[in-house]
Every structure is written in structure tokens, then in C-alpha cells.
Antibody
Framework: QVQLVQSGAEVKKPGASVKVSCKAS????????MHWVRQAPGQGLEWMGIINPSGGSTSYAQKFQGRVTMTRDTSTSTVYMELSSLRSEDTAVYYC???????WGQGTLVTVSS | DIVMTQTPLSSPVTLGQPASISCRSSQSLVHSDGNTYLSWLQQRPGQPPRLLIYKISNRFSGVPDRFSGSGAGTDFTLKISRVEAEDVGVYYCTQATQFPHWTFGQGTKVEIK
């Protein structure tokens, strides 16, 4: 069965970076794009960007351009999302989701606090 | 970017009664391939979102048939024929016509009266 398993919660200081992982299993990793979506406390879903695990190409929401980097490791079927220059407003649950948003990771809480 | 606007933002419903959520896009979601990539997600409290409906009206695997989707062009609707307690949560419409850029609606909270 398709599973997306994300890394654990993180606490970071303002200005730092965070790297969240999402390990895929149960399907051919390189056949489906992967999204990253975040959700601030009590707020809605916000699309951050997408990566093609096959070639590694990416497309980011304009809001995150210059601060987000999405990468993948085909040997471990894992995608990564790194967000830099963290500020308190980046406190959120970060999700990976397969191409058609048909499968989601469990979410990773990133807390940015001094 | 395509803007998705949902109404209402909150929907108190009596158990066993129907519920309806509207979603309007700022431009047509008809793709050049003829498909309309409009999906609906459900997010129960404390859980990740879950796909309910894709391409306007197709129920995803395991989704009860009390959920149905309809619409065309820029106007879409999610209906729950008879609301059950497990349907409490927030519902989002989302578009993939502008792939690779996705957008979500603001979400509609369904709660029991």
C-alpha cells in the first residue's frame, strides 16, 4: 500500500533552516510528482511547491521562491523540503502529498521560536 | 494564479441532513486535454487531509457514496447527502489545471448543530 512517512517534529530558532523528509513506499517513486503543503495553526492549506522525483525538477510558489529547496534521493525513495531564514510565521505542520493529492504524509510540525 | 473561493466558510448541519459546499475558481478549470482537475479534500480534526473527489465527480477509493461532486467551468459543488458524525471537519477544494501550480480554497468547516 502507498505510504508517505515524514520525519519528526522540529524546533528551530528564527533565522535558522529546517529540512523535512518524506519517505515513499508502495509505488514507483519516480512515476509521481510530490507536493509540499503547509498548514499554520488553525489555518488552511498552503501549497509550497512540487518536485518531479524522476528528474529532480521543481516548481515553487512565488511566496517561497528563494527560501525553499526541494530535493530527492531516488536510492531511498525520499523527498526533502528545506526552508531557510525561518521566522515565527513559518510555524506550521508541513505535509508531503503525492501528485494527485491522493496520498499524504502524516505531517511534520515545525516550530520557530526564540 | 487561479484563486479558489469557497462558500460558506462554516456550515452547521443536523445529523442525517444534507450539506452543500460551493467552490468558485477565478478562471475556467477546463484543461487543454479536456479534463477539469478539480478535487475535494476532507480534513478531520488532528489528521492530514484525505482525497474525497477528483476530476469534479469521481469518488476516490473507499469514499462513501453519500459524498458527491458536480459542476463545470468555474463553479463546483460538494454535497453530503446525509451528514454523519464522522463527517465533521474542514473541506477544501483544490485545482490542478494550472499544474504544476496548485491552489486550495480557504476551507469550509462542517460541524454538527
Amino acid at each position: 500500500q502507498v505510504q508517505l512517512v515524514q520525519s519528526g517534529a522540529e524546533v528551530k530558532k528564527p533565522g535558522a533552516s529546517v529540512k523535512v523528509s518524506c519517505k515513499a513506499s508502495g509505488y514507483t517513486f519516480t512515476s509521481y510528482y510530490m507536493h509540499w503543503v503547509r498548514q499554520a495553526p488553525g489555518q488552511g492549506l498552503e501549497w509550497m511547491g512540487i518536485i518531479n522525483p524522476s528528474g529532480g525538477s521543481t516548481s515553487y510558489a512565488q511566496k517561497f521562491q528563494g527560501r525553499v529547496t526541494m530535493t530527492r534521493d531516488t536510492s531511498t525513495s525520499t523527498v526533502y523540503m528545506e526552508l531557510s531564514s525561518l521566522r515565527s510565521e513559518d510555524t506550521a505542520v508541513y505535509y508531503c502529498a503525492r501528485e494527485a493529492v491522493d496520498y499524504w504524509g502524516q505531517g511534520t510540525l515545525v516550530t520557530v521560536s526564540s | 494564479d487561479i484563486v479558489m473561493t469557497q462558500t460558506p466558510l462554516s456550515s452547521p448541519v443536523t445529523l442525517g441532513q444534507p450539506a452543500s459546499i460551493s467552490c468558485r475558481s477565478s478562471q475556467s478549470l477546463v484543461h487543454s486535454d479536456g479534463n477539469t482537475y478539480l478535487s475535494w479534500l476532507q480534513q478531520r480534526p488532528g489528521q492530514p487531509p484525505r482525497l474525497l473527489i477528483y476530476k469534479i465527480s469521481n469518488r476516490f477509493s473507499g469514499v462513501p457514496d453519500r459524498f458527491s461532486g458536480s459542476g463545470a467551468g468555474t463553479d463546483f459543488t460538494l454535497k453530503i447527502s446525509r451528514v454523519e458524525a464522522e463527517d465533521v471537519g474542514v473541506y477544501y477544494c483544490t485545482q490542478a489545471t494550472q499544474f504544476p501550480h496548485w491552489t486550495f480554497g480557504q476551507g469550509t468547516k462542517v460541524e454538527i448543530k
